[in-house]
Structure formats: C-alpha cells, structure tokens
C-alpha cells in the first residue's frame, strides 16, 4: 500500500447558487498515492480547472474536503493557507508562470527563498535543477529571453525545488507546440521517476495523455472514468 | 529578495517610472522654490520696514502705545539694559525719548517729531548714517539735530544753521532750545521725510525735562523669525511693568499682508501637491492593473500577501524617494545661488520699491525647514497613494484573477 498524498472527499463546487445551479464539480472523491503522475482529461468546461484549485487549496470547495498528507486543507484561512500551499504544493500555470524581472536561476530558487531555506542547500538544488531542466546555459535569462518551453521547463524546476508533496500543473502545455510540449512531459516523466514526485495534471493534448501513468475523465463535473495506475515507477526508481 | 524585487519592479517600465520621478522632483523644486523665496522676501520687507525705525520688538510703559505722551515714559532702571544684554539673540539696544515738538526758523515754523536717541545703537538698527546727505552724523554729548530733508525744505534752513524747537516736556514744563543744524537726512517715507528730527538722546531728555526717562527701548535681533520667541522671553523677564511689543503688534498691515500671502502659498502648492498626487495616483493605478494576474500567481505559489504589499509600497516609497531627494538636489544649488545672488527687479516695481527705501531685490531665503516640511509632505502623499495597491492585494483572489 502506498503512502496517500491527496485525497479528496465527496468535493463539489456550485455556482450561482441561487438562481440556476451549476454544478462545476458534483461529489467527487478522489485518491493520490505519493509517485503517481496522473492526467485529468475531460472538454472544456467538465470542471478540470476546478478540480486541480480545490486540491491546490486555492478554491474553497462548496461541499466535501481535501485532505493533503493528512491534513484537511479545507479549514486552513488566510496566511494558514497560503503558507501550506508554501510549503506543500508545487504550481505550474499554464501561462505566466515566471516572475519577468527575476532570471532563470532567481525563478527557481524563489520559493526556497520564501521558505527561507539555507543559501547552501538553495544553491546546490537550483544548480541541479538547471541541469535536470538541461537550461545550464540560460541561467541569468529573464523570462521574455527564454521560449514558451523554456518558461514553462523554469516553472517546472521552481515547483519542484523544494521537494513539495506534489506537483499540479493546469493545462502546462496548453500554450506549447507538440515538440516543446512532448519535452516538458518527457522532463515532468523524468523528475516524477528520478525524484519520485507525484505529477497531476490536465490536458486536453491526446500525445501528452499517452504520457500519463493514470488518466481521470470528467465531464460535467464527475469522473466519468479513472484507468488504473501502471505500477511502473517502482521498479526503475529503485533501479536509479 | 524583497529590495531585489523593489528594485528591479521600478525598472521594469523605466520611462514610466522616470517621468514619475520627474514629475514628484518638479513639484517639490518648485515648492521648495517658492516658499524659499516667499520667505526671502518676506524677511527682506520685515528688515527693511523693522530696519526703517520700530525695530522688531519695542519695550514702553505699560499703556504708551495706546496714549503716545511723555507722560507715559518711564525711568530706566539699571537692571533692564543689562537683562536685555544677557539675551544672545538681541543684537541692538536702541533708547528712544520721542515727542511732538515746534521746530522753527525765523518767522517759519512747523510741527515735528523729535526723536531722542543714541547715535551709535540708532545707526545699527535704522543705518541712519547712511540716510545722511548732507553735513555729518551727529555724537553722544552734541546738542545738535540731524534734520530731515522735507523739514529743512520747509524750514529753508540747511547745514550749520541753528533753528528753535518749542514743546512741552515732562509733566507739562515749557521746553525750549536752539541747536545747531549737523547734517540732512532722507527718509523713504514721505511721512517721515516730512516730520522727523533727532536729537542725542542725552540733550533731549535735557531738553525735555525728563532726566533719565524713555518713551520706548527698539530691540534688532539676529533673525526675525526669532521675533515671536525673543518677545515672548523679554515678556516673561519684564512684562509685569512694561509692554513688550513684537512689530506684527507694532505695524498689523504688515503682518496681515505677509499672513494673506502665506496662505495664498498654501492654496497654490496644495493644487501642486494634489496634480502631482493624481499623476503618482496614474502611475500605480496603472502598474496594479498590469500586474494583477502575477499578483494572483504568486500568491498562489505561496507568498504572503503582507511580503506582496511590502514590495508594492517599497516600489511607491522608492519612486517618491528618488523624486524627492533628486528635487532637493536640484533646489539646493538654486535655493542658495539665489541668496547670494538675488534677483533685481527693474522698471515701476523697483521705482514703487526703492520709493519706500527698498531694494528692489529679493534674495531666497535658505531654510532647511522648508526643505524638510516640503519632502515630508510629498512622502505622507505617497505612502497615502501607497496604500491602493495595498488594498487592492488584500481583497485579491488568485483564482479569479488568474482566470483567463
Ligand atoms: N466563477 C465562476 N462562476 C460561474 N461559473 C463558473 C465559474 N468558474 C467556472 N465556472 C463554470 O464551472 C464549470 C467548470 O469550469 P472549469 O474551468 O473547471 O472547466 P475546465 O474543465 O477547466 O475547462 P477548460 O478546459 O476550458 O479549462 C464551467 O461550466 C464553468 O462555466
Ligand atoms: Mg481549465
């Protein structure tokens, strides 16, 4: 049995509640284990984005709760919530992910620096990062110098260096043409190997869903289906 | 990393943020400049009118001012001049037993102001010697008058002449005497041109019977904004006997005139303040408008909303800074060049001046109050304008603006 990292219960999200109820998202339960790299598919419109806030402890859920690593982050407010999200969840956007007056290097390291980690170990983990991300070579570039791949590989790093619970990432590649898009799965399948980080991510992109070790289908709100996890990762992580 | 973020945010729209600082660094020049120079002026007209004859506090027996008779001069006791002399911002002392006499010549004769005084003290607080035109300045021991120019025309006489003056002195005695014509003076005012004539104050109080006694003591002092506070001190130490009287008391019009204008200052660089307000108001409307979905996005990775507002203010703060500090350093030089080279004005308004025995100049005044209250005010402006953005932050929610 593997160790829980995100699980959420009975979730739903309803808008314009008083007038025609919309259901965003319509009890939903769902479970990560810690190594999983899950996609969420679904049209536009099923409520994706939704699912992916509430989890992030972004938006409040209207019933149900999210528990991450065994806290319910459904009752965290304010700064209490921010700071878990600090500390416990990586973010990647799908655009505008990066800081623009900040470089590469100052990108990746700026929620160490927030967590107020020792210099040393910021330094080394920023360094190993560049190269992961293969971006030795851009790290005093600000954002604008870099491409939308580039951008979106810096905004992977920077989620990932502090080593959170897990890493959401909306619609990543969204903005990305198939090969730059195709690179960043391979990166994001990698470091999910390499450093057993659980992924979860939506998509529309039918190559980038190939990638995925587990695919959640929503529509309208509901989980429509949910394909197994491949056991894959145990094997060759522990090969590493 | 906050200053890092500060720093590099002001540089982001950098023609903005330099008009921005421009704009803050014309205002509080030019703030700096007018009020340095409202002050200059003001303390160019406070001297020269102080300068002309009242000094800038008098001391009389209680009630003189109201009722200008000899009768309510008073003994000077020994220790008032040595309590004044203790006093490091009183520069002059000047005596004065003043009355209304008949001065006249053979069969002419016309009513004066006669002015008992020391001749030394009085040519430091009025530069009497200089109003000279002709003959010499009169001494201590001489029983001899200066004469003004419009009484000597009258009178026909001029230097070395001898005329008559007639009056009544202390306690209603008969006061006549001759003296001897030393020098012709000219005085600015065509009112004192007209009536005024000095006399040592030691032949005068002969003269007038009144051994030992003045009507008024004139103070010169270093620097008339300390006028208010010398009085006040003087006041304390003697004012149970005498009035001490600063000359906003002494010349009202004056001192109403100076205070309409300061006011009409306050109005016209309120206005100032508040167009540059508006202007630093546009600069970070625009800037939290820009910037609202990185807003939303770090504060979804994480930051602390308190750690966002500290970097906009800091930004706010940074600009106003820079065109505050870069406003003084351009005043500076300006402010100081036009002390001590004042403007000279030409034409009518140097004839109207120089009418009334002004210089047509004005010299600034440097104050470094000016400069500290003019910066202190633009700052409180911005930290005012500052907290926009802050507000703004507080009520953000990163989802919605985040969403495309
Ligand atoms: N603030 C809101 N007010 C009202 N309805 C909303 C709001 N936000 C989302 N919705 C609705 O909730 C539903 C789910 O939206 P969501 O953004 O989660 O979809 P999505 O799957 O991410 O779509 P896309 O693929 O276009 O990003 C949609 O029907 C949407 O119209
Ligand atoms: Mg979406």
Redesign the pocket.
């Known amino acids: 049995m593997r160790e829980t990292v995100i699980d959420a219960h009975n979730l739903s999200k309803i ?2 509640e008083k007038t025609i109820p ?1 259901y ?1 998202l319509n009890k939903v339960h769902l479970h990560i284990s810690r190594g999983e790299f899950t996609a969420i598919k ?1 049209p ?7 699912l992916l806030n509430m989890i992030g402890g972004l938006d409040i859920p209207s019933e149900g709760f999210v528990e991450i690593n065994g806290t319910n982050i459904t009752n965290l407010k304010g700064n209490e919530l921010i700071d878990f999200r600090l500390n416990n969840i990586g973010f990647v956007f799908q655009s505008y992910n990066l800081i623009p007056v900040l470089t590469a290097k100052e990108n990746i390291e700026f929620i160490m620096l927030l967590q107020k980690r020792p210099k040393k170990e910021t330094d080394q983990r920023v360094l190993e990062l560049l190269k992961q991300i293969g971006l030795e070579d851009k790290v005093n570039k600000r954002p604008r110098e870099l491409s939308g791949g580039q951008q979106q590989r810096v905004a992977v790093a920077r989620a990932l260096a502090p080593k959170p619970q897990f890493i959401l990432a909306d ?1 990543p590649t969204a903005n990305l043409d198939s090969v730059s898009a195709e690179k960043l799965l391979d990166m994001m399948l990698k470091l999910n190997q390499e450093e057993n980080m659980t992924f979860v991510f ?1 998509t ?1 992109d039918e190559r980038v869903i190939n990638r995925a070790r587990r695919v959640i289908t ?1 529509e309208d ?1 509901k989980i429509v289906s949910d394909t197994a996890p491949t056991p894959v990762t145990q094997e060759q992580t522990e090969t590493k | 990393m906050i200053l890092k973020l500060i720093w590099r945010n002001l540089w982001r729209n950098s023609r903005r943020t330099l008009i921005t600082v421009a704009s803050i660094a014309f205002a509080v020049l030019f703030a700096i400049l007018m009020k340095s120079f409202q002050n200059g002026v003001f303390k160019n007209l406070i001297k020269n009118v102080v300068g002309y004859y009242s000094g800038y506090v008098q001391i009389h027996q209680k009630g003189y001012w109201d009722e200008q008779v000899l009768d309510n001069s008073f003994v000077v006791e020994s220790s008032l001049i040595p309590q004044l002399q203790q006093n490091a911002n009183i520069k002059v002392i000047v005596p004065r037993l003043e009355t209304f006499v008949l001065a006249s010549k053979g069969n002419t004769s016309k009513g004066c102001l006669l002015v008992g005084t020391d001749p030394v003290n009085e040519n430091k607080l009025t530069h009497l010697k200089d109003k000279l035109i002709k003959g010499s300045y009169f001494e201590n021991n001489e029983e001899a008058v200066l004469l003004a120019e419009g009484m000597a025309k009258r009178l026909e006489v001029s230097v070395n002449d001898t005329i008559v003056l007639f009056g009544q002195g202390f306690h209603g005695v008969m006061a006549a005497g001759k003296y001897k014509i030393k020098g012709i003076i000219h005085l600015a005012a065509p009112a004192m041109n007209d009536s005024f004539v000095y006399l040592p104050l030691g032949a005068t109080q002969y003269f007038l019977g009144a051994e030992n006694r003045l009507t008024s003591i004139s103070l010169g002092i270093d620097d008339s904004k300390n006028t208010n506070a010398i009085a006040k001190k003087v006041k304390s130490r003697i004012g149970q006997k005498y009035e001490v009287m600063p000359w906003q008391e002494l010349m009202p019009e004056i001192s109403n005139h100076i205070k309409a204008d300061s006011f009409s200052f306050y109005v016209f660089s309120g206005i100032l303040y508040i167009i540059i307000g508006f202007g630093l108001f546009g600069t970070v409307l625009m800037m939290t408008a820009e910037r609202k979905y990185e807003f939303g996005m770090l504060i979804a990775i994480g930051m602390k909303k308190s750690k966002l507002e500290l970097v906009l203010l800091g930004e706010t703060l940074f600009i106003t800074l820079f065109g505050v500090i870069l406003g003084i350093v351009l005043s500076l030089p300006l402010v100081i060049y036009l002390k001590e080279n004042p403007i000279r004005f030409g034409g009518q308004m140097a004839k109207a001046y120089e009418q009334f025995g002004f210089e047509a100049l004005f010299p600034t005044d440097f104050d470094p109050n000016i400069f500290i209250t003019q910066s202190l005010i633009v700052l409180a402006m911005a930290v005012l304008i500052g907290l926009y953005p802050l507000w703004h932050v507080s009520g953000l929610d990163p989802v919605k603006t985040m969403k495309k």
């Open positions: 808008y314009d919309v965003a679904g536009s419109g099923s409520g994706k984005t939704t619609e939506s529309h929503l709100g």
